[in-house]
């Protein structure tokens, strides 16, 4: 698993994810999913280096 920083999106989402794919984050909100691309910048977070990921767009489950 891969800590990111979430930037931008709903503001109830957390801003440190852990993720499995580093290529694209999708994070599960209210019947569908935030999705989050990678900037390739990096923040400093408690003494190491983390990816910042920038929300992109929304997706709602298919009933």
Known sequence: ??????EGG????P????TADPGHV???RMAGYEH???????D???DHEVA?????YRTRVAE
């Open 1 to 6: 698993m891969t800590e990111v920083l979430l």
């Open 10 to 13: 709903p503001v109830d989402l």
């Open 15 to 18: 801003r440190r994810w852990r």
């Open 26 to 28: 999708r994070v599960p």
């Open 36 to 42: 989050f691309e990678p900037t390739g910048r990096v």
């Open 44 to 46: 400093r977070v408690d």
């Open 52 to 56: 910042v990921y920038r929300w992109t």
